[in-house]
């Protein structure tokens, strides 16, 4: 006998509706639904600044561009799909890897130095440092 609950129904239609609504999922050029590419990052906090790491392999670097506003990095960029350069000479047997624009951000927990921020682009591996202000850095009061 196989029971069910009424939270099992409820769940379905969360993830059904979810599905539906999933803005991650765009139709293709060659039709269905082909998930939209979002690098993985990486965020590390040191004492003097946060340092952001980003994997951008098959992404050229004049494809890439960094901003930074209000307290927030912005990366954004375009990785080409490699079918699109021969698509009149063959035809997909399957692919795989993501492709098209990107865009990702970041918001600083504290105050930035966003005159100081400096980034380095080398082997599919974009590297931002994002130096804290001198007021966000830590450091001892003395109590009179």
Do not use: C, Y
């Amino acid at each position: 006998m196989v029971t069910t609950s009424p939270i099992h129904s409820v769940l379905d239609r969360m993830v059904t509706l979810s599905r539906a609504m999933d803005p991650s999922l765009a139709p293709s050029k060659h039709g269905g639904a082909t998930p939209a590419w979002s690098p993985a990052i990486d965020a590390f906090e040191t004492e003097q600044a946060w340092i952001i790491t980003a994997d951008l392999p098959g992404v050229p670097k004049d494809k890439v561009e960094v901003s930074f506003d209000r307290n927030t990095l912005t990366l954004k960029g375009e990785r080409p799909s490699i079918g699109a350069s021969n698509a009149e000479t063959s035809r997909v047997f399957f692919a795989e890897r993501a492709w098209g624009t990107f865009q990702r951000a970041v918001r600083f927990p504290q105050h930035v130095d966003g005159d100081r921020i400096s980034a380095a682009f080398t082997d599919g591996v974009l590297t931002v440092t994002v130096p804290k202000s001198e007021s966000a850095k830590a450091r001892m009061i003395e109590v009179r």
